[in-house]
């Protein structure tokens, strides 16, 4: 171990170990009973704690004094630290929408937020966050998270403390209990953590802060302020249970007219324990992920695999650490079993088959989390999930005999990260993935290194990642990447060189999530940027991208892009966003047919768009987003439109509705493999519809009903066929019938939650789906209200579940017990 730090205190001597000294400090005033959380700070012990004011503009202009007075106080005991503030305003002035937790963002609220960086580290930190409905956020400070407005906060994490607020004559007023449990920090007499204070007035956009957040400095935590006077304390134990039963039922309809309706029931727990003040173990026993919103299923004409957002709280909460290398893609744990949509094809062409069963999703039996950061700034992390065979049950129609395949074998995934935290927000880490598979089938281990330097002035970054992947199994293989790059990433002039290798046997895909490997890509980037206000925009920036693109084996030209952006942010509060793609030689694409070896010529192109949205701040709120391509080739424009639109009817409910619409006439591609193996391209002509509702009901600042709907429609027109000849163009063949698609996909989510005790939720759930079995065709229905029709008319599959969720508190458990 003194080795390795040694090794990393000669890393530091490239850079200053000094950061620039922060602007403000704040002391803690320690008492000896605890504060009654009701809003109102009359507590003798608020009057006696220094008081924190004098806050700074951020935006809408940086460096000017808010607009309206601030004072927050901060008292610890050995349970929790406690946050208290007097937000001096208009009453009648203040915001006061409704939101659901973690929901503040583009809404009409005013809110108040307390950040701690308790490691000291300048990278890593936690929010909490209250609204003026006492309406809470909470979430994880990354250093690799970017945030175009406000802090670079991952609302994934949640953690249970206490809030209240009271409108007050001349303002309103926040109490805040954040027990030890809900935070991280190192064993010492004397803590040293960095804090800081964000007040949002919605009325007019004003973000401030109490230490200054510099817009042209990069990075957030290092721009804290410091807390002072805590010491001695002694965290109690941290351990928590949440216990969870589950109750429902799901039907699904098949091609042949039954409905096969399951009975759900199941129950698990997670469990918390907080080893010492440093390090936390969470557990789930007997997970059950039933209650997320369904995934944006599309079609996808592409060779590569589509990705998908993790919407399971396991799997977002506290997950920061074991994704730092980009090396984990949580959907893998408990994905679609691999043998899933085999079973399906085999009984669907043998009309002697019937299929009993086919489970979509991989049971878990567990899944664990070691995180946590020492005194030497050094973070550990350990994950590990054990995934259960699952089996197809298929029954011959003719002999009654049912027979038992395995479509996934008993899975074990386990990561490990080493990440040391250095000087001037600078880090090392070192990252482990494996994953073994019982039966010798296929076991798979990625190791990265990553290094990231900043100088004293937090101007300059240097980056290095190395990674080794080893396949074993039926098949061996190794393979490599490395990333290089360095940036100027503070001022209003910045730049970015960067160059990565991937071999052509790179294969991080077990756990993590690659397009494709085989590549060599350059990225050079200028950008300016203006972030303090000028006469006509609050901000702007320009940006010129130039990314010329090889195959590394063997090594030849792939492609070369030209992208520049331009992005203002208007006085009003609009924004725009204009950016031009081109593409000015043919790409030679290695991917798309397939078949090692063979590439497909792509013609030159230019592609230029218009984002934006209006203020936010209005009951009505709009965003768009318009796009254009075109090529040298005759009738081959590609067309895309989005408007999304969404209405507040009052403080408790809002509708969002977006449209998106993309036509492309002339996209070339593969489309099918002849008789003799041989890969056939085809140009078509795709039309892509989608349509999203996003409705929110909030009854009470803990209770709501939200509803998400979802329509996806895609036809594909082939409109003639193509050998590729060995150099990638291009020559005629006769057309084939029968390769057109027409695909839709319909879901809608529905969920009761509320929140009737701190940790504690009650959820109701339904969930409805067009059944799998049942294409609608795309001869009968060309567009897409007829699609949208035909919908409706299909079975569908219906869910409809019930879930319970308790937290229980170690200390208040046996607290209640010596009262009895």
Known sequence: MNAIYTLLAIIGCFFITHTQAQERSLSALKINSAIKIDGQLDEAAWKEAVAADSFILNSPQFGVPASQRSMVRVLYNDQAIYVGAYLYDDPKLIRKQLTSRDGEQRNDIDYFS??????????????????????????????????????????????????RVQMQEDGWSVEMKIPYSAL?????????????????????????????????????????????????????????????????????????????????????????????????????????????????????????????????????????????????????????????????NMVNSNPNLALISNPGITQLYNASKFSGRNKKKLGIGVFNALAAPMHAVVEDKITGIQTQIETEPLTNYNIIVLDQALANRSSLTFTNTNVWRSGGSRNANVSSADISLFDKNNRHNFKWSGRYSHITGKDNYNGFTHVLSYAKVSGKVQYLFQNVVESDRYDANDLGFLLAPNEVTTVARLSYNQFT??????????????????????????????????????????????????????????????????MI???????????????????????FNLGFAESPIPNDPYIVTTIGQRYRFNEHFSLDMELRRDIDNGQFGYAYRDSNGEPIAGRRKITNFTTLINGIYNFTPRMNLTLRGRHYWSKVIYQSFFDVSPEGWLIPKPYVSGKDQNFNAFNLDMFYTWDFKYGSRFIIGWKNWLGADFPISGTSHKNYMGNLRQVFQQPHGNEITFRLIYFIDYLSLQKRRKEI
Request: aromatic share 18%; proline share 6%.
């Open 533 to 598: 206000p000028t006469k006509k925009f609050l901000s702007y920036n320009y940006s010129l991208t130039l990314t010329p693109t090889y195959l590394y084996k063997p090594f030849a030209y792939s492609n070369f892009m030209i992208q520049a952006r331009a992005f203002w942010f208007f006085k009003n509060f609009w924004d725009l966003s204009i950016n031009f793609n081109w593409q000015p030689d043919w790409q030679r694409d290695y991917f798309d047919l397939r078949t090692p070896g063979r």
């Open 184 to 344: 991280r920090f190192s064993k010492k007499d004397i803590q040293e953590w960095g804090i800081n204070f964000q007040r949002y007035s919605r009325r007019n956009n004003e973000s401030s802060f109490w230490n200054k957040v510099d817009p042209n400095q990069n990075g957030f935590v290092n721009q804290f302020g410091n807390i002072k006077g805590i010491k001695n304390i002694l965290p109690p134990l941290r351990l928590s249970f949440l216990p969870y039963v589950t109750a429902g039922t799901r039907v699904v309809p098949y091609a042949t007219g039954e409905k096969k309706t399951d009975f759900l029931r199941n129950g698990g727990m997670d469990v918390k324990y907080g080893i010492n003040e440093s390090f936390t173990l969470d557990a789930t026993l007997i997970p059950d992920f039933g209650q997320v919103i369904s995934d944006n299923v599309v079609l996808n004409l592409s060779p590569f695999e589509v990705q998908f957002q993790e919407n399971r709280p396991f799997f977002t909460e506290g997950i920061e650490l074991f994704n730092k290398a980009g090396l984990f893609y949580s959907r893998r744990v408990g994905s679609t079993p691999g043998g899933y949509n085999s079973v399906r």
């Open 114 to 163: 307390v950040f701690f960086d308790t490691y000291n580290d300048d990278q890593n930190g936690f929010q909490f966050l209250v609204t003026s409905r006492n309406v809470q956020s909470d979430g994880r400070l990354l250093p690799n998270l970017n945030s175009q407005f406000g802090p670079p906060s991952d609302y994934t994490w949640d953690a249970v403390w206490e809030s």
């Open 601 to 623: 010529r792509k013609t030159p192109y230019w592609f230029t768009s218009a984002s934006g949205s209006s203020d936010s701040r209005k009951r009505y709120f709009i965003r």
